[in-house]
């Protein structure tokens, strides 16, 4: 069974920039996709980016474009998202998660990591 852990959130600065790291235990196929969401207080969790785990394709969303990058490190099973420009608005909780579509179907979740953007 795979288990996801993130890491690397914390309280930043509007402006900064902030990597956060997925690491997965247990062995990740080429059919699977690892997954970035965020999930804002009060709000929907939301599709931020995702990456295939044998291929270079990305998907990023579009409100994210230009921000953030999705990277991965298949020696060491871990997915990279690197959020540059921070703004107030991207405070959440961030989840990676696994699955076999980029943007949905996802059945395997970590339990999240909180990033707090302040001014």
């Known amino acids: 069974q795979v288990q996801l852990v993130e890491s690397g959130g914390g309280m930043v600065q509007a402006g900064d920039s902030l990597t956060l790291s997925c690491v997965a235990s247990?062995?990740?196929?080429?059919?699977?996709?690892v997954g970035w969401f965020r999930q804002a207080p009060g709000k929907e969790r939301e599709f931020v980016a995702s990456?295939?785990?044998?291929?270079?394709?990305?998907y990023y969303a579009d409100s994210m474009k230009g921000r953030v990058t999705i990277s991965r490190d298949n020696a060491k099973n871990t997915v990279y998202l690197q959020m540059n420009r921070l703004q107030l608005e991207d405070t959440g909780v961030y989840f990676c998660?696994?699955?076999?579509?980029?943007?949905?179907?996802?059945?395997?979740w970590g339990q999240g990591t909180q990033v707090t953007v302040s001014s």
């Open positions: 998660a696994r699955g076999t579509s980029p943007y949905d179907d996802y059945r395997v």
């Open positions: 247990g062995r990740m196929y080429s059919s699977h996709v």
């Open positions: 990456i295939r785990w044998n291929d270079p394709r990305k």
